[in-house]
């Protein structure tokens, strides 16, 4: 019989419960969000969490606890804790509203604008979605008043 650990890429929906572990902890279903390197959701996994990454982007390494999809999709899945590691954070960010009133090369105003807008509609769906816990690294100035 094949075991959960041996498929590739399962879905959502067929994921396992969290694994009796040793640590005084109980173990949490956690999703660490906006993440394709895997190192943040590999150290839960280590202290025996139920750990997975998602991110727009497929993972850097072979890994089957990797979903690929905007995390949006996932939010009300079951989670005990969210991390969002590294939400892109160029327009939301002092360094990169600069470029809201002067357009870099190849770029138009309204591609900034828009930019601005989907990076703060992220992290307010983030930072909104009700857990018992989570972390939002990242938005720089953002992360203190997201509106």
């Known amino acids: 019989m094949q075991s959960f650990s041996d498929q590739a890429n399962p879905p959502p929906d067929l994921r396992r419960p969290p694994q009796q572990d040793q640590s005084p902890m109980a173990p949490l279903r956690v999703l660490v ?9 590999d150290a839960f ?12 982007l497929p993972i850097e390494h072979n890994s089957n606890r990797h979903i690929q999809c905007d995390v949006r999709e996932i939010l009300h899945d079951g989670w005990d804790f969210l991390i969002v590691a590294h939400p892109p954070c160029t327009r939301p960010c002092d360094s990169g509203v600069r470029w809201l009133h002067k357009a870099p090369a190849g770029k138009t105003l309204d591609q900034m604008w828009n930019e601005l807008r989907e990076g703060a509609e992220l992290f307010s769906d983030l930072f909104r979605r009700p857990l018992h816990s989570r ?5 720089g100035q953002c992360a203190a008043n997201p509106f």
């Not at 969000?33 to 959701?41: D, F, L, T």
């Not at 996994?45 to 727009?56: F, I, N, T, V, Y």
């Not at 972390?135 to 938005?139: D, E, M, S």
């Open 33 to 41: 969000a906006c993440e394709y390197s895997g190192i943040v959701r």
């Open 45 to 56: 996994l280590e202290k025996g969490h139920d750990a997975w990454s998602c991110d727009l």
């Open 135 to 139: 972390g939002i690294n990242g938005g």
